[in-house]
């Protein structure tokens, strides 16, 4: 916080172990059970005859080993997801899957189908869906043949394409919450000892662009919760209404400051980092107020490419026109000394826009670029950050933001929230 001046187990031991053990003709049977810790029961008959359908176009696929632990791990995943399942939305899925998976002429994808299928899904539970099938497939690539590995995959890469190209945005403000949205990923907690989560975050995707940003509500002032939900929630409305560009960023935030400057002027306030990615042109601009900051990580090595708004004198002057070296980035990190803020989004004279600084700069394949409070900098010495980013860059971006988060909950005194975004 700057200052002025679960996801659920899987529970489906059982399950498994029964449909290893009687086959697929108890699958109708066991849809309806309810086995701890996931709502499988259905409420209605309408439901019930539904995943009977569902079960009986299973059955038909037996010979498919593909078929069985694919439509194992996504209906676990779904009814953890949606915890009431809507048959409809089933059926619709595990249909799209089973003709592509019995497609025995070659590897060709009915996109549509699949895409209809699968638009119903909001971005997050289309992701889930595709890590829980891949987490199928490796776990299974032992004993499948060829043309069921090569079907399999060719599925995957099919979903990737229509989660890549789904439009979607969210405003999140939550006291522990973990986002896996495809090559960004968000992590949240303010359970040191904080009683508001003043911390917020957003994400949106549209097209070629990728916007992730982070925002902590100033202290010392009431309402920074109200302050930081209000600016995420203005920046997207704008990125979602118009045809936007990269270089619209700054004008962006400048409507998110004068959002929450209209709440009350002299009470609100919020930093803001945020990243866009412009995946046409291989271009990251990244813009910034206050103590929110944001870092490249490329080859093993991690860069600053923001610096903190505040009053250590000791700082480069002006906004950075490239990142600065890791022995730079790691003397200023670690100095953290808790000095207080010079510009923030809200509380400025009304005729004054927020001082904000913006880089663009060219991404490479294997970037990651994190945006993060300083509730985790500010506690993290910046060599145990690369090491984490070095240890976890192989993994999803929602895997690298938990890690994150986990290891600086170990000392933090004050909210975090990381947004990671792999290249």
């Given at each position: 916080?700057?200052?002025?001046?679960?996801?659920?187990?899987?529970?489906?031991?059982?399950?498994?172990?029964?449909?290893?053990?009687?086959?697929?003709?108890?699958?109708?049977?066991?849809?309806?059970?309810?086995?701890?810790?996931?709502?499988?029961?259905?409420?209605?008959?309408?439901?019930?005859?539904?995943?009977?359908?569902i079960a009986?176009?299973?059955?038909?696929?037996?010979?498919?080993?593909?078929?069985?632990?694919?439509?194992?791990?996504?209906?676990?995943?779904?009814?953890?997801?949606?915890?009431?399942?809507?048959?409809?939305?089933?059926?619709?899925?595990?249909?799209?899957?089973?003709?592509?998976?019995?497609?025995?002429?070659?590897?060709?994808?009915?996109?549509?189908?699949?895409?209809?299928?699968?638009?119903?899904?909001?971005?997050?539970?289309?992701?889930?869906?595709?890590?829980?099938?891949?987490?199928?497939?490796?776990?299974?690539?032992?004993?499948?043949?060829?043309?069921?590995?090569?079907?399999?995959?060719?599925?995957?890469?099919?979903?990737?394409?229509?989660?890549?190209?789904?439009?979607?945005?969210?405003?999140?403000?939550?006291?522990?919450?973990?986002?896996?949205?495809?090559?960004?990923?968000?992590?949240?907690?303010?359970?040191?000892?904080?009683?508001?989560?003043?911390?917020?975050?957003?994400?949106?995707?549209?097209?070629?662009?990728?916007?992730?940003?982070?925002?902590?509500?100033?202290?010392?002032?009431?309402?920074?919760?109200?302050?930081?939900?209000?600016?995420?929630?203005?920046?997207?409305?704008?990125?979602?209404?118009?045809?936007?560009?990269?270089?619209?960023?700054?004008?962006?935030?400048?409507?998110?400051?004068?959002?929450?400057?209209?709440?009350?002027?002299?009470?609100v306030g919020?930093?803001?980092?945020?990243?866009?990615?412009?995946?046409?042109?291989?271009?990251?601009?990244?813009?910034?107020?206050?103590?929110?900051?944001?870092?490249?990580?490329?080859?093993?090595?991690?860069?600053?490419?923001?610096?903190?708004?505040?009053?250590?004198?000791?700082?480069?002057?002006?906004?950075?026109?490239?990142?600065?070296?890791?022995?730079?980035?790691?003397?200023?990190?670690?100095?953290?000394?808790?000095?207080?803020?010079?510009?923030?989004?809200?509380?400025?004279?009304?005729?004054?826009?927020?001082?904000?600084?913006?880089?663009?700069?060219?991404?490479?394949?294997?970037?990651?670029?994190?945006?993060?409070?300083?509730?985790?900098?500010?506690?993290?010495?910046?060599?145990?950050?690369?090491?984490?980013?070095?240890?976890?860059?192989?993994?999803?971006?929602?895997?690298?933001?938990?890690?994150?988060?986990?290891?600086?909950l170990k000392?933090?005194?004050?909210?975090?929230?990381?947004?990671?975004?792999?290249?």
């Amino acid at each position: 916080m700057g200052r002025v001046g679960s996801v659920k187990g899987s529970g489906l031991t059982k399950y498994r172990a029964a449909i290893n053990t009687l086959g697929f003709a108890s699958i109708s049977f066991l849809l309806n059970v309810r086995v701890t810790g996931v709502f499988i029961a259905s409420k209605s008959q309408e439901e019930n005859e539904a995943l009977r359908r569902i079960a009986a176009k299973i059955i038909n696929k037996r010979e498919k080993e593909v078929v069985k632990y694919a439509l194992d791990k996504l209906a676990d995943r779904i009814l953890n997801i949606t915890g009431d399942p809507n048959p409809a939305k089933l059926e619709a899925i595990f249909t799209a899957l089973i003709d592509i998976l019995g497609n025995k002429d070659g590897i060709t994808i009915d996109t549509d189908k699949t895409k209809h299928a699968f638009s119903s899904l909001p971005l997050p539970d289309i992701w889930r869906s595709i890590r829980a099938f891949s987490g199928a497939v490796q776990s299974k690539s032992g004993t499948w043949d060829k043309d069921n590995i090569a079907l399999a995959n060719a599925f995957i890469s099919a979903l990737q394409e229509i989660a890549n190209s789904t439009p979607y945005s969210q405003v999140i403000q939550s006291t522990s919450a973990i986002f896996d949205l495809g090559n960004c990923g968000i992590a949240t907690n303010c359970s040191n000892g904080r009683p508001n989560q003043e911390d917020a975050a957003c994400f949106a995707q549209k097209g070629k662009l990728i916007l992730a940003a982070v925002f902590d509500g100033i202290g010392g002032f009431p309402k920074g919760e109200v302050a930081s939900r209000s600016a995420a929630t203005a920046l997207l409305s704008f990125f979602n209404k118009i045809n936007f560009i990269p270089q619209l960023i700054k004008e962006a935030i400048v409507k998110a400051h004068l959002f929450v400057q209209a709440m009350d002027p002299r009470k609100v306030g919020t930093t803001c980092a945020a990243i866009l990615i412009d995946s046409e042109r291989s271009e990251v601009t990244i813009a910034h107020a206050g103590d929110s900051l944001v870092y490249l990580y490329r080859n093993a090595q991690l860069f600053l490419t923001t610096l903190p708004h505040n009053n250590d004198r000791s700082l480069p002057l002006g906004p950075l026109k490239q990142p600065l070296d890791e022995q730079a980035s790691c003397r200023i990190q670690n100095k953290n000394e808790g000095f207080p803020i010079t510009t923030y989004l809200g509380v400025q004279s009304m005729d004054a826009p927020p001082f904000l600084d913006t880089l663009s700069i060219p991404v490479l394949p294997g970037d990651i670029l994190i945006a993060c409070t300083d509730g985790l900098y500010g506690y993290m010495r910046f060599e145990k950050m690369r090491g984490l980013i070095q240890t976890f860059h192989d993994f999803t971006a929602a895997q690298i933001a938990e890690a994150l988060l986990f290891h600086g909950l170990k000392t933090s005194k004050d909210n975090i929230t990381v947004a990671v975004v792999k290249i």
